[in-house]
């Protein structure tokens, strides 16, 4: 004869509330990460223009050399 656990129903609502919960957290977490203060937008625009300037010049002497366009 085989008994039923007094737990059997949490499971079943277990299964089913776990993964909605595991995505409202993640999607939460997503959220909050994505927001940048204004310091951390100019550093990155800073250094989107170095690295810019940076390319740019490593492509002119390149064509200084001779060497042509990569």
Known sequence: MET???LGGLWGLATIIGP???LAVLAWAIFRNRKSSPSEKAISEQSAVDLREEL??????AEAEGKGPR
């Open 56 to 61: 740019t010049a490593e492509r002119k002497a």
């Open 4 to 6: 039923q656990s007094p």
């Open 20 to 22: 909605i919960l595991f």
